[in-house]
T-cell receptor
Framework: GAGVSQTPSNKVTEKGKYVELRCDPISGHTALYWYRQSLGQGPEFLIYFQGTGAADDSGLPNDRFFAVRPEGSVSTLKIQRTERGDSAVYLC?????????????FGEGSRLTVL | TQLLEQSPQFLSIQEGENLTVYCNSSSVFSSLQWYRQEPGEGPVLLVTVVTGGEVKKLKRLTFQFGDARKDSSLHITAAQPGDTGLYLCAGAGAGNNRKLIWGLGTSLAVNP
């Protein structure tokens, strides 16, 4: 499809396990964002990539969270030693590299549940 | 730290009623976006306002950007059940800052 694709759509894991969430942005979009969202709340910024590099990772809550985008397209959000508080919907968005803040195109999210 | 306050947080109305959602900040934004999100989906852009005092209309939705570019409002006329969802505002800083500042959202339920 032409939209942002996120996998898995649902992930249930146990506390302490390692998790990877994948985002496939719209082709040609150089900007890629990861957000975390709790039920009924607005998105919480985690990290923003411009091409392969993380332009702003100030939203990552701690060193258990890490994200990569090695070829400037697909990105993976990695969470080590998961905790129950990590449970949320993780949203990925991409946009064109235009001046200022352009339209963000979001995926449907990956719902993470840590038991 | 830039913050965007949205009000009300929750709104439950009957079909046909009018409503207004507010998005306020003490900071100036170069532009402000409004998104709508349905359950199980990501937010979808409704409109971007750029100029202070700007008013944009999208069918029954009217968006206004404050003169000082610190606040915005979304007015829905004759709400319909299909308008139900989470409405989010997001402000962009000056220059090439691509990190949007997000409000917490307004959860709207329109009852038939």
């Amino acid at each position: 499809g032409a939209g942002v694709s996120q996998t898995p759509s649902n992930k249930v894991t146990e506390k302490g396990k390692y998790v990877e969430l994948r985002c496939d942005p719209i082709s040609g979009h150089t900007a890629l964002y990861w957000y975390r969202q709790s039920l009924g709340q607005g998105p919480e910024f985690l990290i923003y990539f411009q091409g392969t590099g993380a332009a702003d990772d100030s939203g990552l809550p701690n060193d258990r969270f890490f994200a990569v985008r090695p070829e400037g397209s697909v990105s993976t959000l990695k969470i080590q030693r998961t905790e129950r508080g990590d449970s949320a919907v993780y949203l990925c968005a991409s946009s064109l590299n235009l001046p200022g803040a352009g339209e963000l195109f979001f995926g449907e999210g990956s719902r993470l549940t840590v038991l | 730290t830039q913050l965007l306050e949205q009000s009300p947080q929750f709104l439950s109305i009957q079909e046909g009623e009018n409503l207004t959602v507010y998005c306020n900040s003490s900071s100036v934004f170069s532009s402000l976006q409004w998104y709508r999100q349905e359950p199980g989906e990501g937010p979808v852009l409704l409109v971007t306002v750029v100029t202070g005092g700007e008013v944009k209309k999208l069918k029954r939705l009217t968006f206004q950007f404050g003169d000082a570019r610190k606040d915005s409002s979304l007015h829905i006329t004759a709400a319909q059940p299909g308008d139900t969802g989470l409405y989010l505002c997001a402000g962009a800083g000056a220059g090439n800052n691509r990190k949007l500042i997000w409000g917490l959202g307004t959860s709207l339920a329109v009852n038939p």
